[in-house]
């Protein structure tokens, strides 16, 4: 009941497609949902993030949509750049004073020039 | 950069060893959190300490230990090194509460021959 699965492992885009990396959760008490980016060699870097009272968030090109009766919520980014290039996390949290994070397995994501 | 300063970068021991892992946290930031990444566990949640007293405890061995001193930086000691402990260990921090949000270090990467 703890785990979040990741979906897909990797994946390839053309510069400017759409990106959807998906996460579902099985634990209803889970209210945070933050998406990490990660860059080789570096920590993840929190990108954006999501509570349950909303259905979508948007910041810039990277939105989150969250789908709380089907326990899955999604990251699409939006006219995907090279430099989007990197291996993306999904998260999930309990808010109990403490930001233990259960985090997906990864998707690594190419845009291709 | 986050502001959270993690040393070493890179450690090679051997088995049976022992090894502390720091971390200095951003300014004012109160609590402190440990992950380990590897290939095969992928992020997984540690420790998180609040100013100075033990928060959450995750998935962490009894071999390994941490601590958060006075000054707010903390360290993770691992002992009788085993080759699977081979992995990054990410240090977080954050501050206000309820914000969710945490920072990452550039981690900390152990391997043990």
């Known amino acids: 009941q703890q785990q979040v699965k990741q979906s897909p492992q990797s994946l390839i885009v053309q510069k400017g497609g759409i990106s959807i990396i998906n996460c579902a959760y099985e634990n209803t008490a889970f209210d945070y949902f933050p998406w990490y980016q990660q860059f080789p060699g570096k920590g993840p870097a929190l990108l954006i993030a999501?509570?349950?009272?909303?259905s979508e968030k948007k910041e810039g090109r990277f939105t989150i949509s969250f789908n709380k009766s089907a326990k899955q919520f999604s990251l699409h980014i939006m006219d995907s750049q090279p430099g989007d290039s990197a291996t993306y996390f999904c998260a999930a949290s309990k808010n109990s004073g403490t930001y233990k994070y259960i985090f997906g397995t990864g998707t690594r994501l190419k845009v291709l020039a | 950069d986050s502001g959270v300063t993690q040393t070493p970068k890179h450690l090679i021991t051997a088995t049976g060893q022992r090894v502390t892992l720091r971390c200095s946290p951003r300014?004012?930031?109160?609590?402190v959190y440990w992950y380990q990444q590897s290939l095969d566990q992928g992020l997984q949640f540690l420790i998180q300490?609040?100013?100075?007293?033990?928060?959450a405890k995750g998935n962490i061995l009894e071999r390994f230990s941490a601590q958060q001193f006075p000054d707010l930086h903390s360290e993770l000691n691992l002992s009788s090194l085993e080759l699977g402990d081979s992995a990054l260990y990410f240090c977080?921090?954050?501050?206000?509460?309820?914000?969710?949000?945490?920072?990452f270090g550039e981690g900390s990467w152990l391997t043990v021959v």
């Open positions: 300014s004012g930031d109160l609590s």
């Open positions: 300490y609040y100013n100075g007293e033990e928060r």
């Open positions: 999501i509570r349950p009272d909303v």
């Open positions: 977080a921090s954050s501050g206000t509460a309820g914000t969710g949000k945490i920072y």
